[in-house]
């Protein structure tokens, strides 16, 4: 089963709420994304953290529901 981009989008700015999130459909299959995510939260966080947010945020279906997701993160 495959996820849309905006419920990505939405679970990562309900846990990071002033996030700025660009989410691309890399296979076109809802399956493979990349994620773009901006937050001042990230500051002082180190890039694995930083990562680890947004997949807590996803609430584990990295692997199952989502096959893969690319991610690139900063602070604004």
Known sequence: MAMHAHEI???IQAAL???IV???DLAGDGNHYAARVV???FRGMPRVKQ???VYD???GRMGGVLH???LTTATP
């Open 57 to 59: 945020a996803l609430g």
């Open 51 to 53: 990562h680890k947010a």
């Open 68 to 70: 893969a997701l690319q």
């Open 39 to 41: 937050s001042e939260s």
């Open 9 to 11: 989008e939405e679970m």
């Open 17 to 19: 709420p002033d996030a």
């Open 22 to 24: 660009e989410i691309t």
